[in-house]
């Protein structure tokens, strides 16, 4: 199997989890599976992927330079790849049950969302930023009752 | 099924079996799907790394072994089920649990490093650091051993859970056996250079899924099925409850005693560089 196969199916995991987590209903059990079982498989290809091309690779982790001769490797590459695909799947896994649990509306969870799978830690801030003003605004309510 | 307790939880098969195992030793029940689950990145990684030791994939070796060792943890989790549930928290209980988990994690671990820089584990003698990993799995695989044996010891002396003595029987000969068995085939291929006894030395075209040579002997013939007694001759303790009805003590014997002559025959097979399939 070539590595762009791989890094098909990887996306395609990694898609189903995304949808799921944009359009699937509040409330049920079945999407947080589908999306856990999603990053699981994608972290066990991470493993895969480790360990099949790690070891052969050149380069390492101290200086921009030699990261860049790391990435050189294309199953190296694709490894930081899959490993985008996991973690910013579960900042959005954790962003969902967050709105969930705050009581957040769909419409604006789903940019936030959005924004994660395509430029991930520019989405989670965004999330940051929208879930400090609910939860004050929650705090504000309960402190007052009306 | 009284002795397999299966009642207790009601449901689909393998999910019944798997509330049953959690029910009987949790932390073992666990450790046997995380090595289970160990099994499918080296499957993943068979497809994607070309790399061979010995004519096959390099991940080969480590996925059979978190098989193997599922099995190894299942059946010890399975077992505690038929000592009190104080058992696992006693002091040999803890020994059987502790050691079996740090032994084996180590086992697998260092399988994986090697298969990962595409060298061999065993007989790796290649500089100080894989020769003393080497020596250290050799002292955790006999650790590995000496849990199942203590856990025998433990079943052999408890009186306290009712089942029919053949079975337990049977349990307590799985232990021994395994453990004597083991102990003496894996020992001498340790001391050998290499599994193969003439015959073409490569694990290519071997027995399918196993990899055993079938152009001459292999010594880890013998010590796979010393090391699955653990599990066969249970297995055959259940069918022996199952035909027979009552309990037979004399049966399990005559079973541990043909098994244990199955097994002696395997060595001898693989040490005059005969295959066992041929």
């Known amino acids: 199997m070539s590595l762009e196969q791989v890094f098909s199916i990887a996306g395609g995991v990694a898609m189903i989890g995304w949808l799921v987590l944009l359009l699937a209903p509040a409330g049920s059990a079945w999407p947080g599976r589908v999306v856990y079982s999603a990053a699981v498989a994608l972290a066990m290809l991470y493993a895969a992927l480790i360990g099949a091309y790690f070891s052969r690779s050149q380069g390492g982790f101290g200086s921009l330079a030699d990261v860049a001769v790391l990435f050189a490797t294309p199953g190296v590459l694709l490894a930081g790849w899959v490993h985008y695909l996991v973690f910013d799947l579960l900042v959005g896994s954790w962003e969902r049950s967050e709105a969930d649990r705050l009581a957040l509306s769909r419409f604006v969870l789903a940019p936030c969302l959005l924004l994660t799978f395509l430029l991930g830690p520019l989405g989670w801030l965004l999330f940051l930023a929208v879930r400090h003003v609910r939860m004050r605004a929650q705090l504000v309510r309960g402190s007052s009752p009306a | ?278």
């Open chain 2, 1 to 278: 099924m009284a002795v397999l307790d299966l009642h207790r939880s009601p449901g689909i098969f393998p999910f019944a079996l798997r509330e049953e195992l959690h029910r009987r030793q949790p932390v073992l029940a666990a450790a046997a799907e995380v090595f289970l689950l160990v099994a499918l990145p080296c499957v993943m990684a068979m497809v994607l790394d070309p790399r061979e030791l010995n004519g096959v994939s390099v991940w080969l070796k480590p996925a059979k072994f978190a098989v193997s060792f599922f099995l190894y943890y299942a059946t010890l989790a399975w077992a505690f089920g038929y000592l009190p549930a104080s058992a696992a928290a006693s002091r040999s209980g803890r020994l059987v649990v502790n050691v079996a988990l740090v032994a084996g994690s180590y086992e697998l671990l260092w399988i994986i490093a090697a298969s990962s820089l595409g060298v061999p584990s065993h007989f790796n003698r290649s500089g100080v650091a894989w020769t003393v990993a080497y020596a250290v799995a050799g002292v955790g695989a006999m650790s590995l051993m000496i849990a199942v044996l203590v856990q025998g010891v433990m079943l052999a002396r408890d009186r306290s859970h009712a089942m029919p003595e053949a079975f337990r029987l049977s349990w307590v000969l799985g232990a021994c056996l395994a453990f004597v068995g083991t102990v003496i085939s894996a020992g001498f291929l340790s001391q050998h250079a290499g599994h193969w006894v003439g015959g073409i030395a490569s694990d290519a075209g071997g027995v399918p899924l196993f990899h055993w040579s079938r152009t001459g002997g292999d010594l880890r013939v013998p010590h796979f099925w010393a090391l699955h007694a653990q599990q066969i001759l249970p297995l055959a303790g259940v069918f022996i409850l199952q035909v027979r009805g009552a309990p037979h003590r004399s049966l399990v014997i005559a079973a541990a005693v043909v098994y244990a002559g199955f097994v002696a025959f395997t060595f001898v097979q693989a040490l005059q560089g005969r295959a066992f399939l041929g």
